[in-house]
């Protein structure tokens, strides 16, 4: 069975721009959380999303969406970047709500770097 | 909020060592608690999922515990080994997950 996939995995972008990223959760799963890596501040919750409808969200700006579509895949969006939003953000799937008490599964990550 | 704490936060042993990696949290309101291992550069994979009414979970070398009264884990590892070499990460779960700030992990040949 594939594991969770992420794209791209990388990505360079200068402030004000706005990016997607691309998460396909385990064949099965219908429940995506977003995660935000930092040196600074470790791993932060974005949101997860669980049929195609958004079930918890972190503390983060407007600027941070997503979405998620029928066959489970989601996206995340930031618009207008700032240098503080470089980070390695991880995409987790599950079978049912994450923070329910199923396993998560994490795909590799996209790195974005804002310039 | 819920803080999860990870101590220490480095860690460096010969290989063979048994190790004990710790983690503690304010809310014992949880559903689950994850112990997770994450290569430089990479994704997390996941080791161990312990349910809030369970004790403890093993496999393989590792064997995790969870005292939800007193808010602490523990990760032992067994006979350690180069291949051990990474940070360990543990999440609880209540509404969303919360992650530590990760012990990284050093294993001497």
């Known amino acids: 069975k594939a594991g969770v996939t992420q794209t791209p995995r990388y990505l360079i972008k200068t402030r004000g721009q706005q990016v997607t990223l691309s998460c396909s959760p385990i064949s099965g799963h219908r429940s995506v959380s977003w995660y935000q890596q930092t040196p600074g501040q470790g791993l932060q919750f974005l949101f997860e999303y669980f049929s195609e409808t958004q079930r918890n969200k972190g503390n983060f700006p407007g600027r941070f969406s997503g979405r998620q579509f029928s066959n489970s895949r989601s996206e995340m969006n930031v618009s207008t970047l700032e240098l503080g939003d470089s980070a390695l953000y991880l995409c987790a799937s599950s079978l049912t709500s994450g923070a329910g008490g199923d396993t998560q599964y994490f795909g590799p990550g996209t790195r974005l770097t804002v310039l | 909020k819920q803080e999860v704490t990870q101590i220490p936060a480095a860690l460096s042993v010969p290989e063979g060592e048994n190790l004990v990696l710790n983690c503690s949290f304010t809310d014992s309101a949880i559903y689950n608690l994850q112990w997770f291992r994450q290569d430089p550069g990479k994704g997390l994979t996941s080791l161990l999922l312990?349910?809030?009414?369970?004790r403890e979970q093993t496999s393989g070398r590792l064997n995790a515990s969870l005292d939800k009264s007193s808010g602490r884990s523990t990760l032992y590892i067994a006979a350690s080994q180069p291949g051990d070499s990474a940070t360990y990460l543990c999440a609880v779960s209540g509404n969303q997950f919360y992650f530590g700030t990760g012990t990284s992990l050093t294993v001497i040949p």
């Open positions: 312990i349910q809030s009414s369970q």
